[in-house]
Nanobody, 124 residues
Framework: QVQLVESGGGLVQAGGSLRLSCATSGRTFSSYAVGWFRQAPGKEREFVAAITWSGDSTLYADSVKGRFTISRDNAKSTSYLQMNSLKPEDTAVYYC?????????????????WGQGTQVTISS
């Protein structure tokens, strides 16, 4: 399994941008798909975006489509989530996760390794 560590969270005003990073350890990162999820207080963890092991295909939740961009750099064993036009409803703890099958999935159960999360707070 890979180990994942998120970074890049913070407090920004509505309309601003943040870029989250998900650094991983382990030589097999390039074979894993990566997903980003988020969890707001009192709500269930929800799917945000995913990218295949090769980076040639991505998937987004409707709520972030057109505003967020997921990417990866296998040479650096790192995935990124670029978040633009942020809204107060984007406030949550953001988690990255690794899917050993390398394919896109919105299901939490498809991901075997999770990071500890990074807080994103958007002020109105």
């Amino acid at each position: 399994q890979v180990q994942l560590v998120e970074s890049g969270g913070g407090l920004v005003q509505a309309g601003g941008s943040l870029r989250l990073s998900c650094a991983t350890s382990g030589r097999t990162f390039s074979s894993y798909a990566v997903g980003w999820f988020r969890q707001a207080p009192g709500k269930e963890r929800e799917f945000v975006a995913a990218i295949t092991w090769s980076g040639d295909s991505t998937l987004y939740a409707d709520s972030v489509k057109g505003r967020f961009t997921i990417s990866r750099d296998n040479a650096k064993s790192t995935s990124y989530l670029q978040m633009n036009s942020l809204k107060p409803e984007d406030t949550a703890v953001y988690y990255c996760a690794a899917n050993q099958f390398g394919t896109l999935s919105v299901r939490r159960s498809a991901y075997v390794s999770w990071g500890q999360g990074t807080q994103v707070t958007i002020s109105s």
